[in-house]
């Protein structure tokens, strides 16, 4: 997509604010989840969710196509930003989005309506922890940037696994604001970094959950795990992703907590302020930012269903696996930046023999 385009897609996903008639609404309860979300649903966040999908497509979809006829579940939709890709990949599928909001889904029907017309995707209204779908019911899942949000990761994680039929599989993305590195560094703008994960996780979420996909996936009994690190890194060599990831994306996302943190007491406005200036030097010339995405692709096992994972011989392995999430969990919400040397994205697949192609 180019600038204009993507400009024209941002401001139509912004600007949509018709009153949603999608899909049932099951067990919702709106003025709960909206506060507890930490990028809330403004347009400011409806653009920077576009741009970071459009920008990251290549990275991020790459290698993940469901044949036609596949029933495919992707939650936490939000405003289509990634079903757009999703559709284009997989044309034949046969697609359900369901979010949470009615606002953001009617904001995501407009805009795939928009971007692909020939895509046919139901919309449904529903909470991830009990989804209005019988067991089995989908030959695939996809989830990008919704678990780092939730309270409860384990009890979605089994809720996806009881709408996957045995055999089917698992594709989660998620971020780890930990790999962050930028140049000129400065303690200020980390500091600024370390206030959003703080409020991230003050919500309930997890912004540092990229590196712990491998053992909650694991530990919810899906088999064949394999996670992916998939970097982004951007200078003046790449213009288009430092305006698109590094500003549109990353600094957007932190720039948008600011009155948050002041009201948690976690800054003042000069502390903030410093912060961010140092942050946007590394999107100036001879700046550098560089992030790690983690995208994990797993397999419900043949023949088990639901409840099955704790009494199959895996059990001493996911147990361990889960203990060691809720270790890190309680090791505290901010931990310093890990190293990534020799991290790339790369093109393995796993599961050779599942009928998606995913990495
Ligand atoms: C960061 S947005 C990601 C949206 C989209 N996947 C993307 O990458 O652009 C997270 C989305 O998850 C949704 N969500 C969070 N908790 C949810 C829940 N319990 N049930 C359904 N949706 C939920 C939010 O409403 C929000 O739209």
Request: glycine share 10%; charged share 20%.
């Amino acid at each position: 997509m180019d600038d204009t385009n993507k400009a024209a897609a941002g401001g139509e996903l912004a600007g949509l604010r018709e009153s949603a008639e999608v899909g049932e609404s099951a067990g919702i309860r709106e003025s709960a989840a909206s506060t507890a979300y930490v990028h809330g649903y403004s347009d400011h966040e409806a653009r920077r969710l576009g741009d970071q999908a459009d920008t990251l497509a290549a990275l991020l979809h790459a290698g993940t196509a469901y044949p036609a006829g596949s029933r495919v579940l992707e939650i936490g939709c939000g405003v289509g930003a990634q079903t757009v890709h999703l559709v284009k990949a997989s044309p034949g599928a046969r697609i359900v989005a369901v979010d949470r909001s009615a606002e953001s889904l009617a904001q995501a029907r407009a805009y795939v309506a928009a971007q692909a017309p020939d895509a046919q995707v139901e919309w449904r209204r529903a909470d991830l922890y009990g989804l209005p779908f019988a067991d089995a019911a989908y030959d695939h899942v996809f989830a990008c940037f919704v678990l780092e949000h939730l309270d409860d990761v384990e009890r979605a994680l089994a809720e996806l696994r009881r709408v996957l039929r045995p055999g089917g599989t698992l594709t989660v993305i998620e971020g780890d604001h930990g790999s962050t590195l930028f140049h000129p560094d400065s303690p200020d703008a980390r500091a600024v970094i370390g206030h959003q994960i703080r409020l991230q996780s003050a919500a309930g979420g997890n912004a540092l959950i990229g590196r712990e996909l491998q053992p909650l996936l694991a530990g919810a009994g899906f088999d064949e795990v394999a996670v992916r690190p998939r970097t982004v890194y951007a200078d003046g060599t790449r213009p288009a992703l430092v305006d698109g990831f590094t500003r549109k994306t990353f600094i957007a996302m932190i720039e948008a907590v600011r009155a948050d943190a002041l009201r948690a007491g976690l800054t003042t406005e000069a502390d903030w302020d410093r912060g961010i200036a140092d942050l946007r030097r590394s999107a100036e010339d001879g700046g550098s930012f560089h992030y790690t995405f983690f995208k994990a692709t797993a397999v419900k096992g043949e023949g088990e269903g639901e409840g099955e994972a704790g009494a199959s011989v895996g059990a001493p392995v996911r147990a361990a696996a889960a203990a060691s999430v809720a270790h890190s969990r309680n090791a505290g919400s901010f931990r310093a930046v890990s190293s990534s040397a020799g991290i790339q994205a790369n093109n393995l697949m796993p599961g050779a023999s599942r009928a998606a192609s995913f990495a």
